[in-house]
T-cell receptor, first 113, second 114 residues
Framework: DAGVTQSPTHLIKTRGQQVTLRCSPK?????VSWYQQALGQGPQFIFQ???????QRGNFPDRFSGHQFPNYSSELNVNALLLGDSALYLC????????????FGPGTRLLVL | GESVGLHLPTLSVQEGDNSIINCAYS??????FIWYKQESGKGPQFIID?????DKRQGQRVTVLLNKTVKHLSLQIAATQPGDSAVYFC?????????????FGQGTILTVHP
């Protein structure tokens, strides 16, 4: 049973660039949530996707956008990168109405120079 | 607003001891609570969860206690092992995690000495 996978594992970008991170949910899961985890902090909710729509959003600017595909995989896009966007980006999946626990992937470490 | 915090940022124990990690939450509307373990370089790993209609739930070597009166959550780890060394986060949610966000605390660093 495949768990949550994310790619790439590490990424280095410069200020102003754009980045796309990818997530494949655990087998059987249909809901994907994205979190940002700064060093030494707990994860912060960015947004959640279900049925290819953004269902709930945290306190993040519009530079952060996402997409969910028919196979339930998801992408997180960040435009106009800032130094402060350097963090571990975590994807979590769950199955709405069946298994509510969110299971996390290993994350993508983004460094903005 | 919603917030979840931890009383102790670090906890150091000897192998074989029992560990207790505490967490306070401020949103009385929260009805679902989860403990995650995060090892260095990895994503959070689910440990145990509890709903607000319960005050205790047990898993393998772990017990979660919920005191809604004082908005307090704790994780007890029995016979702590070196492999338990990690950062532990409590998280809370309203309405079930499939329907929205988890709000995490800062985390407690647990160090287990052999």
């Amino acid at each position: 049973d495949a768990g949550v996978t994310q790619s790439p594992t590490h990424l280095i970008k410069t200020r102003g660039q754009q980045v796309t991170l990818r997530c494949s949910p655990k087998s059987g899961h249909d809901t994907v949530s994205w979190y940002q985890q700064a060093l030494g902090q707990g994860p912060q909710f960015i947004f959640q996707y279900y049925e290819e729509e953004e269902r709930q959003r945290g306190n993040f600017p519009d530079r952060f956008s996402g997409h969910q595909f028919p196979n339930y995989s998801s992408e997180l896009n960040v435009n106009a990168l800032l130094l402060g966007d350097s963090a571990l980006y975590l994807c979590a999946s769950s199955q709405r109405g069946v298994e509510e626990t969110q299971y996390f992937g290993p994350g993508t470490r983004l460094l903005v120079l | 607003g919603e917030s979840v915090g931890l009383h102790l940022p670090t906890l150091s124990v000897q192998e074989g001891d029992n560990s207790i990690i505490n967490c306070a939450y401020s949103n009385s509307a929260s009805d679902y609570f989860i403990w995650y373990k995060q090892e260095s370089g990895k994503g959070p790993q689910f440990i145990i969860d509890i709903r607000s209609n319960m005050d205790k739930r047990q898993g393998q070597r772990v017990t979660v206690l919920l005191n809604k009166t004082v908005k307090h959550l704790s994780l007890q780890i029995a016979a702590t092992q070196p492999g338990d060394s990690a950062v532990y986060f409590c998280a809370e949610n309203i309405g079930g995690t499939s329907y929205g966000k988890l709000t995490f605390g800062q985390g407690t660093i647990l160090t287990v000495h052999p």
